[in-house]
């Protein structure tokens, strides 16, 4: 089954534990990229991958790191994580990008940050 | 850059009632993509349509491109169909989607 994984799918932490959220794609997809959802402000983008060893920010990268090894995975790390990063996170990828290309979600991660 | 609005931001109907839902967007898009966030949090990809008319069952969707919107119309609604139905579209060289802030449906039995 296509799928996007994302794990964990719950995870409550303390402020300045260092954690990884991580993304698997079985679809040989190219690009991937990671949202932040927060009431009122809709979906932010963090970062994107245009292709293994390719990344960029988007709209809101502070505090995030991320990484492209291998086509299927591009894992979310926060290395000192903070209470304003409690928020639902979605990993999303694609074909490639431009016309034609619908975006796949992963089923979302739950960050609280106390 | 682009801005996308949908309307109305809240909807509350009866079980068997139909429904519009209204994504304006102020430019050119080359994508625009429709979902439901379940009450789980999970999105749901609904319809790819950047132009023209799908079907998916009691759920279709129209992009008219030249005059900047999209409609999603749910038909003999269901208490399944709750949650929040987001437009996305794709503009220019954007690597990224932009997403409405939503419309939160509530359908009561």
């Known amino acids: 089954e296509a799928q996007v994984t994302q794990n964990p799918r719950y995870l409550i932490t303390v402020t300045g534990k260092k954690l990884t959220v991580t993304c698997s794609q079985n679809?040989?997809?190219?690009?991937m990229s990671w949202y932040r959802q927060d009431p009122g402000l809709g979906l932010r983008q963090i970062y994107y991958?245009?292709?293994?060893?390719v990344t960029d920010k988007g709209d809101v990268p502070e505090g995030y790191k991320v990484s492209r090894k291998e086509k299927r995975n591009f894992p979310l790390i926060l290395e000192s994580p903070s209470p304003n990063q409690t928020s639902l996170y979605f990993c999303?990828?694609?074909?490639?990008w431009g016309g034609g290309q619908p975006q796949h979600f992963g089923d979302g991660t739950r960050l609280s940050i106390l | 850059g682009i801005q996308v609005e949908q309307s109305p931001p809240d909807l509350i109907l009866q079980e068997g009632a139909n429904s519009t839902l209204r994504c304006n967007f102020s430019d050119s898009v080359n994508n625009l993509q429709w979902f439901h966030q379940n009450p789980w949090g999970q999105l749901i990809n609904l319809f790819y349509i950047p132009s023209g008319t799908k079907q998916n069952g009691r759920l279709s969707a129209t992009t008219v491109a030249t005059e900047r919107y999209s409609l999603l119309y749910i038909s003999s609604s269901q208490t399944t169909d709750s949650g929040v139905y987001f437009c996305a579209v794709h503009a220019g060289n954007n690597r990224k989607l932009i997403w409405g802030l939503g419309t939160s449906l509530a359908v009561n039995p």
């Open positions: 999303a990828s694609s074909p490639g």
């Open positions: 991958s245009m292709n293994v060893e």
């Open positions: 679809m040989n997809h190219e690009y």
